[in-house]
């Protein structure tokens, strides 16, 4: 059986897919946080295997389970990527003054909350850190968790939907959610008091397309999955047709409930909390960049 000689930039990722398939439980949970297909991710595992000389999980009907083999592989891929994470934040930490690029990554789902101080935390890093160039992008919460355990994002800001034991979380705020109609579904004009869970669970229902879990789960427990839309301006075009019901936080909806052409839907049952929070990669040197944003979040947020 032949041995690993070296590591190159594919080993590299085939481990991360490795890494992500263990975390999430199995091909399937991971295909929406690596956003690629099971028969890809089972083909980059197979590669693995062969490249490692080693089998590394059973999949099948039983359900996926590592080998001892690949408890060993798993443990030594954490080691590994935590040892490239001290060599980062060691190289950084030989500069006195604050340099280099920072990639942050927000959810579009808190973009437009005035209680996300974005402005007031870049006014307050930018003088601390003039000469670090930042960049800005939005994206979903699965493309942020990868992004954030490939390197390609240092922080991250957004609804803590589910809690993944590689990335660390702070929480600045909560949201409320609540499940809502457009006042040309049939149910807008239900009484309040005649409005039972069977009527939602007749109705078409946008679901945010992501695993959910804890209160989130709770709240759409029965209700009929008709479409998923992540992006709040589409799943908002979903329910405007008066076909859809969906969820969507407080703050995104105020100036139509404002206007009358939403409606909340039993919002003392079907409502849910979920904590804003900032992601990091869990690791046990953060770079300083990092570690400045993590202080200046405190300052802003306390």
């Not at 934040?89 to 990554?105: C, M, R």
């Not at 930042?134 to 390609?152: F, V, W, Y």
């Not at 879990?213 to 709770?218: I, K, P, R």
């Not at 409930?257 to 040197?285: C, F, K, Q, W």
Request: aromatic letters at 8%; proline letters at 4%; one cysteine or more.
């Amino acid at each position: 059986m032949s041995k690993l000689q070296k590591i190159n930039d594919v080993d590299l990722k085939l481990l991360r897919v490795f890494q992500s398939v263990v975390n999430c439980g199995g091909f399937s949970a991971a295909e929406s946080q690596l956003n690629i297909a099971r028969s890809t991710i089972s083909t980059h595992m197979a590669d693995l295997e062969s490249r490692l000389g080693l089998s590394l999980c059973h999949r099948g009907r039983g359900g996926f389970a590592l080998t001892d083999d690949g408890k060993v592989v798993f443990d030594a891929v954490d080691q590994l990527f935590g040892d490239l994470d001290q060599f980062r934040a060691k190289v950084n930490g030989l500069h006195d003054q604050l340099t280099g690029e920072l990639n942050i990554i927000c959810s579009d789902a808190i973009v437009a909350d005035p209680r996300f101080r974005l402005t007031s935390m870049l006014e307050e890093f930018s003088q601390h850190a003039p000469e670090v160039v930042i960049h800005i992008s939005t994206n979903s919460l699965p493309e942020m968790e990868q992004a954030l355990l490939d390197g390609r994002a240092d922080l991250c800001f957004a609804p803590k939907h589910r809690e993944l034991s590689t990335l660390q979380y702070q929480s600045l705020y909560s949201e409320d959610y609540f499940l809502y109609c457009h006042r040309s579904h049939p149910l807008f004009a239900v009484p309040a008091d005649d409005l039972t869970n069977a009527d939602l669970e007749a109705c078409r229902f946008v679901h945010p397309g992501i695993q959910t879990a804890g209160q989130a789960s709770l709240a759409m427990e029965g209700l009929k999955r008709a479409a998923n839309a992540y992006i709040y301006e589409v799943r908002m075009a979903l329910v405007n047709t008066g076909r859809f019901i969906g969820y969507f936080p407080s703050h995104y909806v105020q100036p139509q409930l404002t206007e009358g052409s939403l409606r909340a839907l039993m919002p003392d049952n079907r409502h849910y909390t979920v904590d804003i929070a900032a992601l990091t990669r869990r690791t046990a040197t953060p770079t300083k960049l990092v570690k400045q944003w993590l202080t200046l979040i405190d300052k802003v947020y306390r």
